[in-house]
């Protein structure tokens, strides 16, 4: 009795020696921040001078604050089109490469390079350059004649298509795994939907998706949260402040600007806690909606 | 024939996906006059002049310096962020503590807070302890474990079987000594796979140095590039792509090099590539 509890005792300390680290860094730079930003969104705080305290004033003037509408719209219409374009090109190209053939790791590693160094500074400076009036996309055009000297860069219409299609390039990663979860659909399946004499639009529709549903509820929920967040390729292709006339200026973007350009961290930390409380309810939507496409192995038996 | 489809229609998809690359790459051995206004892979002539003149950047600071200034950061991020994980993640996978499924569901939630909430209050602590225009805010939380690479961690200690560590017990080792003797050679892969996404994704970081570091000598290559091709300065885009096409060698060669370990990494964690 005596011995197991010193053992007992002892587990105690080691465990939390082991999880010391990041004890630590949870309480200094997540916890202690958290409480802080909630407290700061009350607030008037420019950094310099002591907190004002300025109860839902920060909240109140967002709903009278133009630009933050603006970047409200230039970010849903950002993730409503690049979530899905990003996931029916990855489900597509999963699906082609599903199969044994010669070469296929070749292309594979072709279609999720960009993925990999998308995220890079080198992409979005060179994207900005390939969609601008004298770029390398309106020579593309120019040889099928289409020649047009539009800056698809500069003009406030085409402008977050750019970041769009830059999203949408980079499918890799989606597409690694969706390919990772056709490959435990059991071949048994298509075989005897091949028996019933199953096309390959039906068999898509009644074993691929259903199958498939879950990597798909997993794909949607992180690129929809990282849809919202999106903030480094708009940085550097809206030129750091949204050009053209805040078309591109995304929410992340505008959160950055009000914090550390106009130094109103309050708000800036107000902004924060409506972006928490969007990709909440989207996330909720999204868990919501899949009782009714995402299919459960237990709830089929 | 469909055979044949199918490869045609891969490789021109593929070509077209990595095009831009390629156009990146060729332009930084083109001169100014022929990279705009022209699709061609091909330069007339090859030049490497835009390499050195992009190297002496602007002024006194060449790209030696943000070469220096990336490396060192992502080293040093990553070999913090694999040993603390590593540490953490045995303490979460083997040890019985009061409290660790209550500690382990916090770290779990902490991986869905958006970056954007913590971000400013971070920023006013390091303010006020002065580390901004130093590398310690970017470097030392990574010492303290990352909450993604822990679970990534946990998750591969759980596949060591629990008998290895009583046999380990029993030839008279610590708990310390089992970690180092027994869990750390076998969660190498997974080690592995942790050090290369940390420091690819440290060598690519942009918002922690934009925040932080704000004079020259401190940049690290992708601020120093992001400068470099500010919209409103910049003309000499054969120097910027030489730039930006050097600054994409490191992630290049560990696409190369670990290929398998990516792969493995996005296809079973979905880690975001």
């Not at chain 1, 902004?271 to 237990?298: D, G, N």
């Not at chain 2, 130093?134 to 030392?140: D, E, S, Y």
């Amino acid at each position: 009795m005596n011995n197991h509890g010193r053992l007992a005792r002892a587990d105690n300390l080691s465990g939390y020696a082991f999880i010391g680290p990041w004890l630590l860094g949870f309480l200094v730079f997540s916890v202690i921040p958290i409480f802080s930003s909630v407290f700061f969104s009350f607030t008037r705080y420019d950094l310099l001078s002591s907190p004002v305290f300025i109860g839902i004033k920060n909240f109140a003037s967002m709903l009278g604050d133009s630009v933050f509408w603006k970047s409200l719209s230039v970010t849903f219409f950002y993730v409503l089109f690049a979530v899905p374009l990003r996931l029916v090109f990855a489900l597509f190209l999963a699906m082609l490469f599903n199969r044994k053939a010669k070469l296929l790791r070749v292309y594979q590693a072709m279609y999720y390079f960009p993925s990999i160094i998308g995220g890079s500074i080198a992409v979005a400076v060179m994207w900005r350059r390939l969609f601008k009036d004298d770029g390398a996309i309106n020579s593309i055009l120019g040889i099928f004649g289409l020649n047009n000297h539009v800056s698809w860069i500069g003009n406030p219409r085409t402008a977050i298509w750019t970041l769009i299609l830059l999203a949408a390039w980079q499918f890799g990663s989606s597409m690694l795994i969706f390919l990772a979860g056709l490959k435990q659909i059991p071949e048994s399946y298509y075989e005897s939907a091949n028996l019933d004499g199953a096309g390959p639009v039906r068999k898509f529709i009644s074993i691929t998706i259903p199958q498939l549903s879950s990597v798909i509820l997993f794909n949607v929920l992180m690129q929809t949260i990282n849809g919202f967040t999106v903030f480094t390729q708009a940085f550097v292709i809206s030129g750091g402040n949204g050009d053209p006339m805040n078309n591109t200026l995304v929410y992340a973007l505008y959160l950055y600007q009000k914090s550390f350009s106009y130094y109103e961290m309050g708000y800036g930390c107000a902004m924060a806690w409506v972006l928490v409380l969007i990709i909440s309810i989207f996330t909720a939507l999204i868990f919501k909606s899949s009782s009714v496409w995402v299919f459960y192995e237990s709830k089929a038996n | 024939m469909r055979g044949i489809l199918f490869h045609v229609f891969l490789m021109a998809f593929g070509f077209f996906m990595i095009y831009p690359i390629l156009w990146m790459v060729s332009s930084s051995f083109k001169g100014n006059n022929e990279i705009f206004g022209n699709a061609s892979l091909i330069p007339k002539n090859i030049l490497y002049e835009n390499y050195i003149r992009g190297w002496r950047y602007i002024g006194r600071i060449t790209f030696a310096t943000f070469f220096k200034n990336s490396l060192f950061y992502s080293f040093v991020a990553t070999i913090g962020t694999v040993l603390s994980s590593a540490v953490v993640a045995y303490g979460f996978a083997r040890i019985k503590f009061i409290g660790r499924n209550f500690w382990f569901a916090c770290m779990m939630v902490s991986l869905m807070i958006p970056f954007q909430v913590t971000m400013i209050p971070q920023f006013i602590l390091f303010f006020n302890i002065a580390w901004v225009n130093t590398f310690l805010p970017l470097i030392v939380p990574m010492f303290l474990g990352q909450p993604f690479f822990i679970f990534l961690i946990i998750q591969f200690i759980r596949g060591i079987p629990q008998e290895l560590d009583e046999a380990a017990k029993i030839d008279g080792y610590g708990r310390f000594g089992i970690f180092i003797n027994i869990i750390v050679p076998l969660s190498v892969p997974a080690l592995i796979t942790s050090a290369i996404f940390q420091f690819y994704w440290k060598w690519d970081d942009f918002l922690g140095p934009l925040m932080y570091l704000n004079k020259p000598k401190l940049y690290t290559v992708s601020l120093a590039l992001r400068m470099f091709a500010d919209p409103a300065t910049s003309t000499d885009w054969g120097a910027i792509f030489a730039m930006s096409t050097l600054s994409l060698i490191p992630i290049f060669l560990i696409f190369i090099l670990f290929q398998k370990y990516l792969v493995q990494g996005i296809s079973t964690t979905g880690i975001k590539g």
